[in-house]
């Protein structure tokens, strides 16, 4: 059975009126507080792109809870996400070896292979005997230029099949900033890995084995940098995380 005609209209007024409603566009005042700080204010019309907000140092609460607030007078909607970034001093905590298994027993920068006619020649010591044997390093590398990262994770002790430590680990390797990944360089004995924000993860299963990782990179941002540390964790345990002796 139909309805009558009069709520047929009294339907279909309200239905244009919600699709009215609908394709307003956002009218709002924005302010953005952090421990009742001011760090940003808008008037917002419509859908504008995401902005970034840095916090003033002064406006945080070093080792205590930070409150962000957000005041909006008007109508719409917004998104937000926060996150605290930086560069660490102290890595001694995750570099502290008590109780973990798992460690990255070295991280070094190297140069890249040399070509000849586009092709790489081997580089080491196959063709010395008893050769007294030395490592090139590399401390900078130049715009343009190539340089090879090598890591070696390692174990303590022997993985049982009935272990608890055969579990699927992950490698992070963030990165040197000014630098750019080289695509295709990536050696490794790990099950997959992933490049996400400037952080290479890797995934080892207790089948893929455990070792090591080596990649290749290009300079491209000239500047003096420091590396944050390379991380080994269980995949399901981020308190397991430990962090390679050196951060540089």
């Not at 566009?25 to 504008?48: K, M, Q």
């Amino acid at each position: 059975m139909e309805p009558p005609q009069g709520q047929r209209r009294g339907r279909r007024r309200a239905r244009r009126v919600l699709r009215k409603a609908g394709a307003a566009e956002d009218r709002y005042r924005l302010v953005v507080t952090v421990n009742d700080a001011e760090v940003y204010r808008a008037d917002v019309v419509g859908s504008p792109e995401g902005k970034t907000v840095l916090v003033p140092r002064k406006s945080l609460k070093v080792g205590d809870a930070n409150r962000v607030r957000f005041h909006i007078e008007g109508r719409g909607t917004y998104g937000y996400s926060v996150a605290m970034t930086g560069f660490a001093r102290d890595f001694a905590p995750e570099q502290k070896r008590d109780g973990k298994r798992f460690r990255i027993q070295e991280r070094s920068y190297l140069p890249a292979d040399p070509e000849l006619d586009g092709k790489a020649l081997p580089t080491g010591f196959s063709v010395a005997i008893n050769p007294s044997t030395f490592t090139n390093k590399v401390t900078q590398v130049a715009q343009g230029g190539r340089a090879k990262v090598r890591i070696v994770p390692a174990v303590d002790g022997p993985l049982t099949p009935d272990s608890r430590d055969r579990e699927f680990l992950v490698v992070e390797e963030t990165l040197p900033a000014g630098s750019t990944l080289i695509e295709g360089s990536v050696q490794t004995s790990a099950s997959s890995y992933n490049l996400a924000d400037g952080v290479l993860t890797f995934y080892f299963s207790p089948e893929s084995g455990f070792g090591p990782i080596s990649y290749e990179i290009s300079g491209y941002l000239p500047g003096r940098y420091r590396a944050l540390p390379t991380k080994i964790r269980r995949a399901y345990d981020r308190a397991s995380s430990t962090s390679a002796r050196s951060a540089s």
